[in-house]
């Protein structure tokens, strides 16, 4: 049994900035049976869901205007899926024990509006809230390294056989396994020198299809020089994958479709990702692919919370988000060759949890929101109503809004 969730924060931040809430224990799936789904009303969490998103007749591509409000319901949805014990029940809901009110501030960078004195989970895998703040950054690191570099760089794809038996956490104990096997060893370390690869970032990613579990890893290599054909690339390394997987349990032949090596300074399609359309490069093939938007049958988990947000199921998609959820608990997403993030950006960054506490210090504060207030809008899943409305119409129309929800109680003390 995982420990329980204490839902204290881990430690002090200054400015006002989320404070991250501990992470506790992942409850497993089956502490959340898929009845408790069906009875939990969905009311505010999809009244204000929007319209199916257009689609663009000639190349068949969706086409949506951002939505602020969704990343909100899909953490409400996450909220049912992953049980009270998890992180994400916390974020963004749950003061800092430091704070007796919450601050609305104004992004000086993007012009919108956001919360600062709340905890942040930082989950990158399992938050819509924290998971774009995070993969945004992400994102910028990993093009400034394709930008220093003087070389060539491409983007490898692996994956394995794998089946609608699999389930996911053995599975992707076999495949992670097979990726360390794959680049541990003189023969790698020989490959290397010839080919060139002077390092490497490597990402984790699963999808679910009509086969089952499908984890898969996108790593960009840089490559010393500009002589290394991807053919011979992929001549080369496929045979060492080929022996890594099945020394980590992965039987029969691998087909060729399972080492895939493309130009990552090429890589460039249009992916929808959170509801937001994106010019999809190779950084974001790296951070943000299980947020994003998968194709035909396959589903990202993040389309698990779409698809439950906009027509309620059995909760078999809710359980399988927690199953995805449980098993990539404590995985990191992007894992940097020793020394290149160094090398590349003259720095280690920040991490996740680092990334989703920040804020603008110098960003102007719209409003501030009591602990009562707060209560209410917590309560009935206002988080993204009260940014928007407070980004359009201030303090006043904040206090507007709130009416609408207050007891009529307080109404009557009020007018008192």
Same mark, same amino acid.
């Given at each position: ?7 204290r ?6 400015g006002g900035?989320?404070?991250?809430a ?9 502490d ?6 069906r ?7 999809t009244?204000?869901?929007?319209p199916p998103e257009p ?7 969706l086409n949506?205007?951002f939505?602020?409000?969704? #990343?909100?319901?899909?953490q +409400?949805?996450?909220?049912? /899926? *992953?049980g009270d014990r998890?992180?994400v &029940?916390v974020?963004?809901? @749950?003061?800092?024990p430091?704070r007796r009110e919450v ?13 600062a ?15 774009p703040?995070?993969q945004?950054?992400r994102?910028d ?5 394709i930008?220093?570099?003087q ?15 699999d ?16 680049k541990a ?6 490959a290397? #020198?010839?080919?060139g690869? +002077?390092?490497s970032i490597? /990402? *984790?990613?699963?999808t679910d299809?009509? &086969?089952?579990?499908h984890? @898969?890893a996108?790593t960009i290599?840089f ?29 029969g ?5 399972a ?7 090429k890589?460039?399609n ?14 974001h ?27 309620p199921?059995?909760g ?9 959820a *449980?098993a990539?608990?404590g ?11 160094k090398?590349?950006l003259g720095?280690e ?7 989703a506490e ?9 409003a501030?929101?009591?602990?009562s207030?707060w209560?209410?809008?917590r ?6 109503h009260?940014?928007?409305?407070v ?8 206090e ?13 003390m009020?007018?008192?």
């Amino acid at each position: 049994m995982p420990p329980s969730f204490e839902g204290r924060a881990d430690r002090p931040t200054g400015g006002g900035a989320p404070r991250r809430a501990s992470t506790g224990g992942l409850a497993a799936p089956t502490d959340r049976p898929l009845a408790d789904a069906r009875r939990v009303p969905l009311d505010n969490i999809t009244k204000s869901a929007t319209p199916p998103e257009p689609v663009n007749c000639v190349t068949g591509e969706l086409n949506p205007e951002f939505d602020p409000l969704k #990343k909100w319901q899909l953490q +409400a949805v996450a909220r049912l /899926a *992953l049980g009270d014990r998890h992180r994400v &029940n916390v974020c963004m809901r @749950h003061l800092r024990p430091d704070r007796r009110e919450v601050d609305v501030r104004r992004s000086d960078k993007s012009g919108r509006a956001y919360y600062a004195g709340l905890m942040a989970c930082g989950s990158v895998w399992t938050c819509p809230v924290c998971a774009p703040k995070i993969q945004a950054v992400r994102a910028d690191e990993v093009r400034a390294a394709i930008d220093a570099w003087q070389g060539t760089v491409v983007l490898l794809t692996q994956t394995v056989p794998h089946s609608r038996q699999d389930a996911l956490q053995p599975l992707l104990d076999r495949f992670t396994e097979a990726l360390r096997k794959f680049k541990a060893g003189s023969p790698y370390k020989r490959a290397s #020198k010839r080919l060139g690869i +002077a390092g490497s970032i490597r /990402a *984790l990613e699963t999808t679910d299809g009509l &086969n089952g579990w499908h984890p @898969h890893a996108h790593t960009i290599l840089f490559l010393n020089g500009h002589s290394v054909s991807r053919k011979s690339l992929h001549g080369e390394l496929f045979k060492l994958w080929e022996s890594a997987a099945a020394r980590a349990g992965f039987d029969g032949q691998l087909s060729p479709d399972a080492f895939n090596v493309q130009d990552a300074s090429k890589v460039r399609n249009y992916i929808t990702k959170m509801g937001t359309e994106y010019r999809w490069n190779a950084e974001h093939e790296l951070v943000k692919a299980h947020s994003k938007r998968g194709l035909s049958h396959s589903l990202t988990p993040f389309d698990m919370l779409r698809r439950y947000l906009e027509a309620p199921d059995d909760g078999r998609l809710l359980a399988r988000f927690a199953d995805y959820a *449980l098993a990539f608990h404590g995985r990191r997403q992007l894992v940097w060759s020793d020394g290149l993030k160094k090398q590349l950006l003259g720095t280690e960054g920040l991490t996740d949890e680092q990334i989703a506490e920040s804020i603008g210090e110098a960003d102007a504060v719209l409003a501030r929101i009591p602990l009562s207030d707060w209560t209410i809008i917590r309560k009935h899943n206002l988080q993204g109503h009260v940014l928007e409305v407070v980004n359009r119409y201030g303090a006043s129309g904040l206090e507007h809004l709130l009416e609408a929800y207050r007891p009529p109680s307080h109404l009557c003390m009020n007018s008192g």
